[in-house]
């Protein structure tokens, strides 16, 4: 019997084929249709039973058009992926419902004591706050029945909080906000990476949600401890916090966003957060800074974003949060312009560098209180090629570049600041160096 061995481009094509029909298996079976689990009657409208249908190993979940109310946040795994099908996907939430606590409540707990339990249901996520108790110290919970003055909660009561209590005294307060998507709803849970959110809105119908309660743990996405996650193409319409946060982790990014009207910040990376980018974002008309550093921020880069008209900085809070602060960060390529305070604002950082950015007509809550760029006791920053100035009409900040505080040892050279009320530049560092730069030097006294 004679054996006819194939030609060995037919072996390896028929292993391509086997292969790539593989692939192919794989990425069917880990994609699941939303539509196939839409309800009216749940607190997600379905989703988190779509985002709990997929295997172990995670996969992506499809959101048809549509508009999607959630009550409480939509919580993702490692490597789960969330894709909309762009500005016709929409989530949004229902009207504002909120009330003051009768007596304090602790952490571990499982109900709390309010004046009203009107307006609140059963599944609903709610925020436990008070005047001292936020941040990391604020409750997440969800609603596991509504009794007569009284609401009681499917888990403990967690907070960061080394006591973790709530008390009328300090305005303690139930209101039912949430983040819409998160990784962890009891704040730093185990750690999460490869995440998607992609190719949607979420429209936090403000109207209805008008209350002056905030925290940055109600950020429409709120990413806590999370790694190698990608948030592109999502447009955020108001949020009760703020647009979208990133807190601890590292090599996140946040691509080709447009948040708009949060009561907060647009974007905000914290918490220790490293090796993150952030880029080709738009933020606009937010109650705070179109994109806030927060503490220790070390190795991120902020480039190629628009910030403009809001209601303090364009970028802001370069530096605060203990030692040794925001470092080693790129803040470049960016246009600031029409904000209410400093177009970007450092404090208390060091090591960091902002280039080649456009600070124009800001300072418009306060004409001439405030600079293009603002360096305030920080030291080795790296300030170069930027143009702060005005675009036509008056001009409105005080200098294009401001060093002033405490900094020093800082590099300023090569930007260009004319067209600023006080001055070019202003240096108070002995030891900083301020070369090659268009516009008038100041040393003030």
């Known amino acids: 019997m004679t054996r006819h061995r194939l030609p060995a481009i037919v072996v390896a094509t028929i292993v391509v084929v086997s292969v790539v029909s593989q692939a192919v298996a794989a990425e069917q079976k880990t994609t699941v249709d939303a539509a196939d689990f839409v309800r009216a009657d749940d607190p997600t409208s379905g989703i988190q039973d779509a985002i709990n249908a997929l295997p172990p190993d995670g996969g992506t979940v499809v959101v048809p058009p549509g508009t999607f109310p959630l009550r409480r946040s939509l919580v993702l795994r490692s490597h789960v992926r969330v894709r909309g099908s762009g500005s016709t996907t ?48 604020m409750a997440h ?118 948040v708009e009207h949060c009561r907060v910040h647009g974007f905000h990376p914290g ?70 305070r400093w177009g970007i604002a450092a404090s208390g950082g060091k090591n960091n560098v902002i280039t080649s950015n456009i600070c124009i007509d800001n300072s418009q809550k306060a004409p001439g209180q405030y600079s293009g760029i603002s360096i305030a006791n920080s030291t080795h920053m790296v300030v170069t090629g930027n143009r702060c100035g005005f675009d036509g009409g008056k001009p409105t900040q ?22 600023n009320l006080d001055g070019g530049i202003a240096v108070v560092g002995p030891d900083t160096q301020a070369f090659g730069n268009v516009g008038e030097i100041v040393r003030p006294q």
């Open 90 to 137: 929409i989530f949004t939430r229902g009207r504002e419902v909120a009330s003051k606590l009768t007596i304090a409540a602790r952490k571990g707990e499982t109900s709390v004591a309010v004046e009203s339990t009107e307006g609140f249901l059963v599944g609903d996520e709610v925020a436990l706050m008070d005047d001292r108790m936020h941040g990391w110290y």
């Open 398 to 419: 005080k200098y294009g570049v401001e060093e002033h505080g405490t900094s020093n040892k800082n590099v300023i050279t090569g930007n260009s600041c004319e067209g």
């Open 271 to 340: 918490t220790s957060l490293k090796g993150a980018v952030f880029s080709g974002n738009i933020g606009r008309h937010n109650g705070g800074d179109g994109l806030y550093f927060c503490a220790q921020v070390c190795g991120i880069t902020v480039t190629e974003n628009l910030f403009h008209d809001n209601g303090s900085s364009g970028i802001g809070g370069l530096g605060p949060g203990g030692t040794p602060g925001d470092r080693f960060n790129i803040v470049s390529n960016n246009v600031c312009r029409n904000n209410g």
């Open 141 to 258: 919970g969800i609603v596991k029945e509504v009794t007569e003055g009284r609401l009681v909660l499917v888990d403990p009561i967690h907070s960061g909080h080394a006591e973790g209590v709530f008390t009328p005294e300090l305005n303690a307060v139930v209101v039912n906000y949430f983040p819409f998507f998160c990784a962890n709803r009891m704040h730093f849970g185990k750690p999460v990476q490869d995440i998607t959110i992609q190719d949607l809105t979420v429209d936090s119908n403000m109207q209805e949600n008008s209350g002056s309660w905030t925290d940055f743990t109600l950020a429409v996405i709120h990413l806590a401890n999370v790694s190698d996650s990608l948030v592109r193409n999502v447009t955020v319409r108001g949020s009760v916090g703020d647009g979208i946060g990133v807190q601890a982790g590292h090599d996140n990014r946040v691509e080709s966003c447009l």
